[in-house]
């Protein structure tokens, strides 16, 4: 039913998409793969009317269509939740979910508050989230807000009449296992009502949610693959066109930790309503990880030791000096980098390029007397372009245009050529692909290597358990138990969930 | 790509592109337009407001908004002359020292701004009204209202001498552009303003002192309205407590023409300068084609609204803020 034909995208210096058909029929869920800047979410926004193509046709029912803008292919039914959330944080949740929708509440320029929150709450009843429509929308989890998104484009339901075509970009990369299973419960029920797209890095979902998988690379659809026609490993090589290691977390290379030599200690810290009593210490080359689910405390754990938040009780030690003052210049002075889960927000500047983001939390070590080495930098981002395979055109590509994963490499190599001594990792996994993955897993073994201390909140538990020494486990911001991860001894993931709820 | 590339280029171009199309047309109607001597009146008229325009170019490239030029350099023009006068009134007998004593000047009321903004955390339009008003009064309470003149042959060079057929005062100006460019591009704290003004968040999480760069921002932008204030004088071999007026609109006006986006992170010193010379020029140009007066801001304002619509791609930011 809907349809794109030979479509063309090009960007300066990048050839997006080549010559790209693709079909979706009604009620149907296609998967969409490939690697880092393959174009799956440039692919996803000429479908929802946000870039032209430049070359090709889109029909729908047969119809060719041409969308100027966002809005006009909503108005056919099209709707899109974002890889980058993309909720107003200051407005209500009923605010976000009818931006730009409000008149059928208005009566006499006067919106009807009650209609409308009536309205939003039929909504979440959709995605089966039970909360005040006039919640601000910062207040809620980075799950409740992926699925307010979805509530949002839902509204479509009403709104149009013939089909609609929804498409998810990486919406599971933030949610824990149970409610991606909730999420894809949910989109199964819709399938009466939608078609999907679904874009993910996670095999294994794509693999149990799709009906046909489109495998991406380097602009061009490369194969279709029907469900149960190929594997996991036969997909992934079609994707990277090379096959992938098999010793994917490189548990060879971990080896024991420095005990004698502590980078940082957390005696009985607390914050009230999130941690309590967090006693931990980590040593050179160890990577201790924190597991738990959404809201249990990992991050305001790696927040506090990064200093972006001050505990009320407790102690922390970094290097054996302890902290008084917390903010991030001091953490970032005394060695410590952190990539952080939210990139749009706290990863990349957009509109800086890639030499200046890489040097942003290191430029002392690129100037002298406020004067910047400009060659250096340059150098320095060439250097992990390649190290990372960075899809960029050069040096000076805008952070802002470069696809989601491509960010987040960005990000880890402006903190791993600071040369941090203690690493916090939030997801740094997070949207990358199988290839990207590999290589982020090299670099965490080779900072082990390097004396590096690494505290990781890890993408799945799978990560969790192949990379760490330690592993921390939290509930409702207290430590459950703690587990040792030597190769060959490491906990099952049954082992963890027993304390994770 | 053909077409995205032009896209592209043509915001990035289409100040200059603006500039030219203007001086095309001011030349068709008036051919007296494209003379060195038109051409060198239109530098002296733009060279104190360049120096303003550039320091609010970088609280702007901030995320932020500085309105206290008009106080500023009123300020320091009447504070250059009585120190100038003060110290021998001529440079020869040692007065100029007014210079660097009046760039420090320049850089405490931009302390103040900053300070005031930043550890009172009054948004900066207000704040910095505020000194401004301040630095008028001030103004006024030195002079008493009076007007205080110079007339020093070795300091008015910086108008009468001429090289190549513009003053010095050009020269002075250009060497400052050239420093702004270089503190823009080349130095941590220019690096910092695209930080601050790009993701203030992200600059604080990636371990930047933001509140500290703010300030500095202040700092530098006082230093160059106490430029614009030193350039007034020489220019009209006076000041009084007006000797501000006007520079307000001309800078803001001029920095967004250019192209530096009033959201932040966007634009800089090249833009500005093409910014002042499009607004000089316009003024300059209804004047040579002998546009009557009050036809001349309703223009200005309307080829502002066209130069704004022309010059950023506006459709790059999915919210406006
Ligand atoms: N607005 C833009 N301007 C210039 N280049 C762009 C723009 N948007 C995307 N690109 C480029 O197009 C290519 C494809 O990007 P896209 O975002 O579609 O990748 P992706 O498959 O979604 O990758 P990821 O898995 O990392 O999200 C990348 O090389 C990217 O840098
Ligand atoms: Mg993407």
């Given at each position: 039913m809907y349809q794109l034909k030979a479509v063309d995208k090009k960007f300066p210096g990048v050839h997006?998409?080549?010559?790209v058909d693709f079909e979706i029929k009604r009620g149907e869920i296609v998967g969409l793969v490939g690697e880092n800047g393959a174009g799956k979410s440039t692919l996803m926004k000429v479908i929802y009317g946000a870039y032209q193509p430049d070359g090709g046709t889109v029909s729908i029912d047969g119809k060719a269509v041409r969308f100027q803008n966002p809005r006009q292919a909503m108005e056919k039914g099209i709707g899109m939740v974002f890889q980058e959330q993309s909720l107003i944080p200051n407005l209500t949740v009923m605010e976000n979910i009818f931006l730009g929708y409000e008149r059928q509440f208005v009566r006499l320029g006067v919106i009807n508050w009650k209609a409308m929150s009536e309205a939003a709450e039929k909504q979440l009843a959709k995605v089966k989230l039970d909360i005040d429509p006039a919640t601000i929308t910062s207040a809620l989890s980075f799950a409740q807000r992926q699925l307010v998104e979805l509530a949002k484009v839902l509204t479509l339901e009403e709104r149009v009449d013939g089909d609609l075509v929804i498409l998810l970009d990486e919406p599971t990369s933030v949610l824990a296992e149970d409610e991606v299973k909730m999420l894809f419960t949910i989109v199964r029920d819709l399938t009466k009502r939608a078609s999907f797209i679904f874009v993910s890095h996670r095999m294994d979902e794509v693999m149990e949610l799709s009906d046909r998988i489109y495998v991406m690379k380097d602009g061009a659809v490369v194969d279709v693959v029907a469900r149960g026609a190929a594997t996991v490993e036969q997909i992934q090589h079609k994707m990277v066109g090379r096959s992938v290691d098999r010793e994917y977390y490189r548990e060879q290379r971990q080896k024991p930790y420095d005990a004698s030599k502590v980078l940082l200690e957390m005696d009985r810290v607390s914050l009230p309503g999130r941690i309590k009593d967090i006693s931990l210490t980590l040593h050179a080359g160890e990577v201790l990880c924190l597991v738990g689910t959404e809201g249990a405390g990992r991050e305001a754990i790696l927040r506090t030791i990064y200093g972006m938040r001050t505990p009320v009780s407790g102690t922390l030690k970094i290097k054996g000096n302890e902290i008084r003052a917390f903010n991030p210049q001091a953490a970032v002075a005394a060695g410590v980098g952190y990539v952080p889960r939210e990139r749009k927000i706290e990863g990349i500047v957009a509109g800086m390029n890639v030499y200046e983001n890489m040097t942003l939390s290191q430029m002392g070590r690129y100037s002298r007397a406020g004067v910047l080495n400009v060659a250096a930098e340059k150098a320095l981002a060439r250097d992990w372009i390649g190290k990372l395979s960075?899809?960029?055109?050069?040096?000076?590509?805008?952070?802002?245009?470069?696809s989601g994963g491509n960010q987040q490499k960005v990000v880890l190599s402006k903190w791993r050529s600071g040369g941090s001594d203690i690493m916090l990792l939030d997801h740094p996994t997070r949207g990358l692909d199988i290839g990207a993955k590999e290589d982020v897993y090299e670099m965490i073994r080779d900072m082990s290597d390097d004396g590096v201390g690494v505290i990781l909140v890890a993408d799945t538990l799978e990560e969790a358990i192949g990379l760490s020494h330690n592993i921390i486990v939290l509930k409702d911001g207290a430590i459950q138990q703690r587990f040792d991860c030597k190769p060959g001894a490491k906990p099952t993931l049954y082992d963890l969930l027993h304390y994770m709820i | 790509m053909k077409r995205l590339m032009t896209r592209e280029n043509a915001i990035r171009w289409a100040p200059l592109l603006v500039l030219i199309g203007l001086m095309i047309l001011f030349t068709a109607i008036n051919p007296a337009f494209l003379s060195q001597r038109n051409f060198a009146r239109i530098a002296i008229a733009a060279a104190p407001a360049l120096m303003v325009a550039i320091g609010v170019t970088f609280i702007i490239v901030m995320g932020s908004i500085d309105l206290s030029m008009e106080g500023t350099v009123g300020l320091t023009a009447v504070l250059f002359c009585f120190v100038f006068l003060a110290t021998g009134g001529t440079l020869a007998a040692g007065a100029w020292v007014a210079v660097p004593v009046i760039l420090l000047a320049g850089a405490l009321i931009g302390l103040v701004n900053g300070l005031v903004h930043v550890k009172l955390r009054i948004p900066s339009f207000m704040a910095s009204l505020a000194i401004g008003f301040v630095g008028t009064g001030a103004a006024v309470l030195i002079t008493g209202g009076d007007i205080v003149k110079i007339d020093d042959d070795t300091f008015r060079a910086l108008l009468t001498w001429r090289i190549a057929g513009f003053p010095l005062m050009v020269y002075v100006v250009i060497v400052m552009a050239l420093i702004a460019w270089f503190i823009q591009s080349h130095t941590t704290l220019g690096r910092n303003f695209y930080a601050v003004g790009g993701g203030e968040e992200l600059a604080h999480a990636s371990g930047l002192n933001v509140r500290r760069v703010r300030i500095l921002g202040f700092v530098l932008a006082g230093v160059f309205y106490a430029v614009a204030g030193i350039l007034q004088v020489a220019k009209l071999g006076q000041a009084e407590s007006v000797s501000g007026a006007n520079f307000m609109f001309i800078s803001i006006t001029s920095v967004v023409v250019g192209g530096v986006a009033l959201w932040g992170g966007i634009g800089g010193i090249w833009n500005t300068v093409v910014g002042v010379l499009i607004v000089n020029v316009i003024n300059n140009g209804m004047v040579v084609i002998g546009l009557p007066d009050y036809l001349q801001d309703g223009m200005l304002g309307l080829l502002v609204i066209v130069a704004v619509v022309l010059s950023t791609d506006r459709r790059s930011i999915s919210f406006v803020k």
């Open positions: 997006a998409l080549k010559a960075i899809k960029a055109h050069s040096e000076f590509a805008d952070c802002g245009n470069l | -």
